[in-house]
């Protein structure tokens, strides 16, 4: 099985902001993105950049995974972004509103021109109607590409959709995007929850997050920590589970046995690879924390 990273919980940073990336450092994120995008002014654009690589480069954030997301490709600072965060190096580069693999690939080349190393990769948010429609061919298009990131306040707004518990009006286009990554092999982040304070509408859309499938989600606040730590994480019950799972089905093909049954229910190949995800995250979890 390939290397799990865990990417439970994924926190915005605003970029111009010292002391919030100073105290980035002792929150128990997954990972971070260091925004140059939404959460900084035009007139701060340039101080924000120089904040966030110095920071991208530092070497002081631990085990948390460090992202720089860039200005889009359409904007006048896209492309010091993109040559400022390819030589600081980061986890990744977050990239907002990729809609098609031709921009996955101006993506690439700037990143490769700019002498990015080989550890940073893109991460793509996917956030139109235009990109649910083209999930596949993003996620396809760059081996480079690992993450797709979840833009939904964005798609919300270009659907006309209205922001409702269960998200009813953007099941379609989670569950376009999450195809797209399963079928690719890539990881997907669901997008953030607006209402910092609304602690269990915020719990209930990382249930149902988890229950699609999305491997974490991305946050606004860093009192959305942990709750989302804890809900994208193996339960002891279902670590139990799998071990049982897995110890079921070895001693079974060690006896020739063709039927195993674990609590009741007949176990197949796909219920014991799912047992060693389940087992790979969790001890990839237990190694970050």
Known sequence: MAEVTPRRSVLYMPGANGRALEKAKTLPADALILDLEDSVAPDAKAEGRKRVCAAAASGEYGGRELTIRVNGLDTEWHADDIRAAAEAGPAGIVVPKVDSAADVHAIERAMEAAGAPDHTAIWAMVET??????????????????????????????????????????????????????????????????????????????????????????????????????????????????????????????????????????IENLHVDNARRILAVAAAIGDRD
């Open 129 to 266: 109607p235009i990109a649910m429609l083209h999930a596949h061919a993003i996620a396809a298009a760059s081996e480079r590409l690992t993450v797709l990131v979840m833009g939904t306040n964005d798609l919300a707004k270009e659907l006309h959709a209205e922001h409702v518990p269960g998200r009813a009006p953007l099941l379609g286009g989670l569950s376009l995007a999450l195809l797209a990554a399963r079928a690719t092999g890539k990881v997907i982040l669901d997008g953030v929850y607006n209402d910092v304070r609304d602690l269990d509408g915020f719990a209930a859309e990382c249930v149902q997050g988890r229950q699609f499938g999305f491997d974490g989600k991305t946050l606004i606040h860093p009192g959305q920590l942990e709750l989302c730590n804890r809900i994208f994480a193996p339960s002891e019950a279902e670590i139990a589970h799998s071990e049982r799972v897995i110890e079921a089905f070895e001693a079974a093909a060690r006896e020739g046995r063709g039927v195993v049954t674990v609590d009741g229910r007949m």
